[in-house]
């Protein structure tokens, strides 16, 4: 299947109601020139890539979306990159190294488009991938695309995976989530939060939690996976949004959406995030290669 959408005569792609896009920048602290990183003898980002084509054909497949309707895309600041995803099918787009985050670097590749001729509808979905991610859940971008697609209201959408460890529940690089009635998030934090008060109690310090920690098995709490849908025009207005100051204190962009008032959907995901920073998450991911992912193919 051809996941890049056909151009027409004048070079511009046609109909296009969803983008899948995934930002990579070589740049990395932790794991430096991640998205080249070998992991199976192919670079990471093709490995992702690979993913993004088998979540192209479900939602065709499963939301009636045609290959004329959907555009895959990778922006990048590295010509490498770009070089080793030659024959992948995606669309490349080259964007500025000095963005601040891969929202920025998606809507610049969308704006890209944009300025050489391509009109994107206002309700056109963008949704948002990880470059690091090579094992994403395909059938959570699906469902994240369904939520999109079945509610016209929604400006914007993410992930979250119904976790009980209380090792991660205490653990602040493991973003948490609260959400209300109607399934849009009222809080997405660094913190341990909904505080289980019944279990903890109300005085004591994160520090004196060990015993604690030990005997409870289950702490049920939402996991922020870090998969964002955005309509078209919310993703021009969020963009231009100035960082708020809950963002700035967590550390969280997808706070700069609620401080404004707006609203955040929140899909139950299937499977946990399996993000790579470190060579220790790149040797782990070696390892779940061989066993998980060779058993579904």
């Known amino acids: ?21 995934v930002p990579a920048r070589l740049g990395s602290t932790r794991l430096p020139r991640k998205p080249l ?29 045609s290959e004329k309707e959907l555009l895959c895309l990778v922006a990048t600041d590295s010509t490498e990159i770009a070089d080793c995803l030659k024959e992948s099918g995606l669309q490349i787009c080259m964007t500025p190294s000095d963005l601040p ?30 470059g690091d991610e090579p094992f994403f859940c395909v059938e959570d971008i699906v469902q994240l695309a369904k939520h999109m697609f079945s509610d016209g209201t929604v400006p914007m959408a993410t992930l979250a995976f119904p976790q009980n460890k209380p090792e991660q529940f205490l653990r602040a690089s493991v973003v948490k989530v609260v959400r209300n009635a109607a399934g849009n998030a009222l809080y997405f934090s660094r ?14 310090a994160l520090t004196a939690l060990g015993e604690k920690l030990q005997a409870d098995a289950a702490i049920p709490f939402l996991q922020h996976v870090g998969i964002y849908a955005f309509r078209r025009n919310f993703l021009q207005a969020f963009t231009k949004m100035p960082p708020s100051t809950l963002e700035t204190t967590e550390g969280l962009e997808q706070l700069r959406a609620l401080e404004a008032g707006w609203n955040i959907r929140v899909v139950t995901a299937r499977e946990a995030p399996f993000g790579i920073d470190t060579m220790d998450d790149l040797l782990r991911a070696e390892h779940h290669l061989k066993t998980t992912e060779r058993r579904r193919e």
């Open 1 to 21: 299947m051809e996941i890049q959408s056909k151009p027409d005569s004048a070079g511009k792609h046609l109909n296009i109601r969803l983008i899948i896009a």
């Open 37 to 65: 990183a070998t992991l199976a003898g192919r670079p990471l980002i093709a490995h992702v890539a690979h993913r993004v084509a088998q979540c192209a054909r479900e939602i065709c497949k499963t939301l009636s979306i």
């Open 101 to 130: 985050s891969g929202t920025d670097r998606i809507e610049a590749a969308v704006m890209s488009l944009e300025q050489t001729g391509q009109n994107f509808p206002d309700d056109c979905v963008v949704i948002n991938l990880q």
């Open 191 to 204: 913190a341990p939060i909904a505080w289980p008060r019944a279990l903890w109690g109300a005085s004591d």
